[in-house]
């Protein structure tokens, strides 16, 4: 059972372009959470998914990022007109269900480098 | 200030010693999870307690809920170089279930 998948492990991306970043959640997991870690802080919550439905977004900026979760394939997080501030680790974590009685997974995550 | 506190911040013992790691939340926890990280890698799921009083260990890793349930710490015995790594406490908040996390505990250990 492989665990969970992000790709890329590192994106360049230079201001103004998108970002797409892909989470694969492990094998019947249906809950899917985004989180950003800044260098020398800790992790922050952006959204939490279920297939098709977004269920928490409240730590997700309002404007240039979205989330979706779609029926087929992994969750994508999608940011738009990028700038440097949005340079990050961004990592998700799959459920089988939602918190608190859960163990919640993490992927590696993906490096994101804005230029 | 932080909701969760994570002690030390960073913390740096020889090869066989034992150490503690403490996380202090501002509320009630109602699920507490530990992760490892190494640098540039994911996180790595540790335990997950949930019951004041809890305890469980892992190889040679522990970690306890106080009974008031507003206090976790970590313990690790007879430390070894590939404990070495960020430790992170996360608890659930919010009614959809996301974790917030401490800022981490930086271990490092010299052989």
């Known amino acids: 059972n492989a665990g969970v998948m992000q790709n890329p492990r590192h994106l360049v991306r230079r201001r103004g372009q998108e970002a797409r970043l892909r989470c694969s959640p492990m094998k019947g997991h249906s809950h899917v959470y985004w989180y950003r870690q800044l260098p020398e802080e800790g992790l922050k919550f952006m959204v939490y998914?279920?297939?098709?439905?977004?269920?928490?977004e409240s730590g997700m900026p309002k404007e240039r990022f979205s989330a979706e979760f779609p029926k087929e394939g992994p969750s994508i997080l999608r940011i738009q007109q990028v700038v440097r501030g949005d340079s990050a680790a961004y990592f998700c974590a799959s459920s089988p269900s939602a918190h608190p009685n859960t163990e919640a997974f993490f992927g590696q995550g993906t490096r994101l480098t804005v230029v | 200030s932080q909701e969760l506190e994570q002690s030390p911040q960073s913390l740096i013992v020889q090869e066989g010693k034992n150490l503690t790691i403490n996380c202090t939340s501002s509320?009630?926890?109602?699920?507490l999870y530990w992760y490892k990280q190494k640098y540039g890698e994911g996180l790595i799921f540790l335990m997950m307690?949930?019951?004041?009083?809890e305890e469980k260990s892992h190889e040679k890793i522990t970690a306890k809920l106080d009974e008031k349930k507003q206090q976790s710490s970590l313990h690790i015995t007879a430390s070894q170089p590939s404990h070495a790594g960020i430790y992170l406490c996360?608890?659930?908040?919010?009614?959809?279930?996301?974790?917030?996390f401490g800022k981490g505990t930086k271990l490092s250990v010299k052989p």
């Open positions: 307690l949930q019951k004041g009083g």
């Open positions: 509320k009630t926890l109602y699920g």
């Open positions: 998914l279920q297939k098709e439905n977004i269920i928490d």
């Open positions: 996360g608890a659930v908040r919010g009614s959809q279930g996301n974790l917030i």
